[in-house]
């Protein structure tokens, strides 16, 4: 069975960084798309980033373009999420999944067949 572990998560501070990872077992990441979402207190899930690595096509909203980086590790079964410039609207637990979404599909939940427990991320001076 396949699943999904994120780590990585942490405290920091505005204008600072943090790698997640999303290490992957009883499986591979060949032929899935990988895409990490957020939800902070009291709202809903929310996309963040994909890649659809058949493609090496990237996919980030817009409020984490330029910050944020996706990239996979294929020796490793691992694909992470680089966040730099990090500020407090951030804060979030952090969830990585894989499934076979199509394009319009890519950026829901329901793209996705297979989530991660989530990581914690807080950004507070």
């Known amino acids: 069975q396949v699943q999904l572990v994120e780590s990585g998560g942490g405290l920091v501070q505005p204008g600072g960084s943090l790698r997640l990872s999303c290490a992957i077992s009883?499986?591979?990441?060949?032929?899935?798309?990988t895409g990490w979402f957020r939800q902070a207190p009291g709202k809903e899930r929310e996309f963040v980033a994909a890649?659809?690595?058949?493609?090496?096509?990237?996919y980030y909203t817009d409020s984490v373009k330029g910050r944020f980086t996706v990239s996979r590790d294929n020796a490793r079964n691992t694909v992470y999420l680089q966040m730099n410039n990090l500020k407090p609207d951030d804060t979030a637990v952090y969830f990585c999944?894989?499934?076979?979404?199509?394009?319009?599909?890519?950026?829901?939940?329901?793209?996705?067949?297979?989530w991660g427990q989530g990581t914690q991320v807080t950004v507070a001076s």
């Open positions: 999944a894989i499934g076979r979404p199509i394009t319009s599909t890519i950026r829901t939940m329901g793209g996705y067949r297979t």
């Open positions: 009883g499986g591979t990441f060949s032929g899935y798309s």
């Open positions: 890649g659809r690595w058949g493609t090496n096509t990237l």
